[in-house]
């Protein structure tokens, strides 16, 4: 034991990682305004996101999507009681310090918003508030982490109501875990520059066999077994974005989700959730939309 | 006399052997995950506690971080909390961190509308008693009487301790004074999370104290 620490310290690494871990088995849920928040709240989101628009909206509409008015999320803030998350365009740092100044409790770097720089992401070491980004390979996700990423999201593609992106991004990092644990330490240096991602970082994952901090799963969850199944993959929780306030029911839905999160590993729990949600969203079939309208793609 | 004599043995052997005792997690949503790590590193049996039958297996509950709002909805959703009360009121020993404190509150202040505690633990506690994350802080504290040098602490988005009711002792508080860290009995809660800092020596004295428990048990048979 080191001498006692009397000073107390925010912003820290483990402050940061700690508040993702509390969210774990949870449910974040997209609101776009102060009605949504409490519906969100009182079905049992582990937290809300504050956005101007769900993903699906933002497809539909196209143009530049970026960081939602100050006075949206004040009011989701004043609205609800659980933690809530805002998000980013990629690389905008300004608008992160924005969300920071506003005290939102966790910032998504996101790729459903349009990025604001192609080459570098936001310096997230910079902050006391704790990011979340989106990763669909383990190289990009060790590389979010580098950069100061308290939480990953796999990231599927937003706004289709489609989990097959989903599946597929979860089942790429996992599977690309148990590879990197397979290997030899003599490995680990070509597989440090296969993945692109930092040599420390590469050895301390295939060591532990799991990424150092929460990984959630979003994009394309749209039923309470579409959550369940995330979650039997190995994801640490859920994002659930236009999938619920696009619904038929959506305070029916979203208590559904939580419930079949809490139990993703029971069938008849599953069941009984799946009952008389009325209509899920719509949807588009991720194979549907042209590549260069893939949300995924954005992230480097 | 003989019973004094077998309760006297039964805690000598079990100081620092904790094998034969069987530790439920409350395992709807949180940081379950890093309390099951820690339980088993000091050799305990672990069980994932959602459902009655599993409770009724169990020598004692802990109850993980997490969000308590969400907690108390999935245990009244999934018929716990009539079970977990009455487990509390027969003497379950319990141990809450950060949102499990909540859930042991009798009384909690500036709860989410309608959120409920499972109470026994008579205290009030302030739900997020230190604002947004951006609050959130670690420091090292001093827990007399539960280990002799100081524990790292993390408060997450925490809950503090307002007022201690009758039987209850307060273990910790912080320099300004507010109270984080309170027992009754075989009840232990406290605002922070020794289980994400992976130090095992706040799981280690509540193991002790059901060790204890369970010889109690035994020797009142």
New interface residues.
Partial sequence: MTEKNNAPLTGSNRVKRGLAEQLKGGVIMDVVNAEQARIAEDAGAIAVMALERVPADIRAQGGVARMSDPDLIEGIQAAVKIPVMAKARIGHFVEAQVLAELNVDFIDESEVLSPADYINHIDKWAFDVPFVCGATNLGEALRRINEGAAMIRSKGEAGTGDVSEATKHIRKINSELRWLSSMSKDELYVAAKELQAPYDLVVEVAAAGKLPVPMFTAGGVATPADAAMMLQLGADGVFVGSGIFKSGEPAARAKAIVKAAAFFDDPQVIVETSRGLGEAMVGINVSDIPAPHRLADRGW | MSQTFLHHTASLIVAGNFHHLRIGVL????????HIHVLEELGAQVVKV?RPDELASVDALVIP???S??LD??VR??GMQQPLREAIASGLPVFGT??GLIMMADHIV?A??EQESLGGLHVDVR??AF??????????L?MPGVTA??V?A?F??APIVERVGEGVRVISQL?DGRIVAVEQGYLLGISF?PE??GDTRVHEYFLGRVAQSVSEKKASI
């Fill in positions: 395992a709807f949503q949180g940081d379950v995950r890093e959602r971080g997490g969000e709002s969400v909805k999935l959703l999934f950060c949102a500036d989410i509308s739900r997020n604002g947004t994350q951006i609050d959130s802080f670690e420091v090292d001093e040098e100081p790292p993390t997450i988005r320099d999370h994400v800092n």
